[in-house]
T-cell receptor, first 114, second 115 residues
């Protein structure tokens, strides 16, 4: 069965620190990749997506992610986090691009201290 | 443009009862998917609908069912509720412009508590 692994369940950073959240998936075919964010009390919002082409994708709020096909990875990065980035981050993979079904990772809770 | 709306936002039921949750997709979106979010299992796919047809289903018991109407609105139903059905149920819609180029927009969810 397809699975998505997020290595860090909880991350605590100080403001201005750099962020990298890991995401690995287990599927050898063509995939679509996503990072979603869930701010406290809010619904899931799309941060960025990868469909094809340039493996380095840029999203909203200064986030970016790199797709490394050989490593089955799609890590999320931000050079300098802010207190407002405190949220839960989910990596998701679509393994059948003809459908909408997403397989989600377990999420990473990020706490940014001011 | 209004986002995905879900009603009700909160629901309390007792074991054995049934419940119906509603989702209105973003205007023009024809695809609706449902997910269950729990602290233990995370986000799990329930099913997806396109043009009133269920075209994909997750690994949930038959107590979980859904449907989509001609206006793309969707409902999901859970019968014979169990304590473990307590969760946040999320609906997501997609425009489906092209295969492999679609993103899903999520609603705020319905928080179901089973006592």
């Amino acid at each position: 069965a397809q699975s998505v692994s997020q290595h860090n369940h909880h991350v605590i950073l100080s403001e201005a620190a750099s962020l990298e959240l890991g995401c690995n998936y287990s599927y050898g075919g063509t995939v679509n990749l996503f990072w979603y964010v869930q701010y406290p009390g809010q619904h899931l919002q799309l941060l960025l997506k990868y469909f094809s082409g340039d493996p380095l994708v840029k999203g909203i709020k200064g986030f970016e992610a790199e797709f490394i096909k050989s490593k089955f990875s799609f890590n999320l990065r931000k050079p300098s986090v802010q207190w407002s980035d405190t949220a839960e981050y989910f990596c998701a993979v679509r393994v059948n691009t003809g459908f909408q079904k997403l397989v989600f990772g377990t999420g990473t809770r990020l706490l940014v201290s001011p | 443009k209004a986002g995905v709306t879900q009603t009700p936002r909160y629901l309390i039921k007792t074991r054995g009862q049934q419940v119906t949750l509603s989702c209105s997709p973003i205007s023009g979106h024809r695809s609706v998917s449902w997910y269950q979010q729990t602290p233990g299992q995370g986000l799990q796919f329930l099913f997806e609908y396109f043009s009133e047809t269920q075209r994909n289903k997750g690994n949930f018991p038959g107590r979980f069912s859904g449907r989509q109407f001609s206006n793309s609105r969707s409902e999901m139903n859970v019968s014979t509720l169990e304590l473990g059905d307590s969760a946040l149920y999320l609906c997501a819609s997609s425009l489906e412009l092209a295969v492999g180029k679609n993103e899903q927009f999520f609603g705020p969810g319905t928080r179901l508590t089973v006592l």
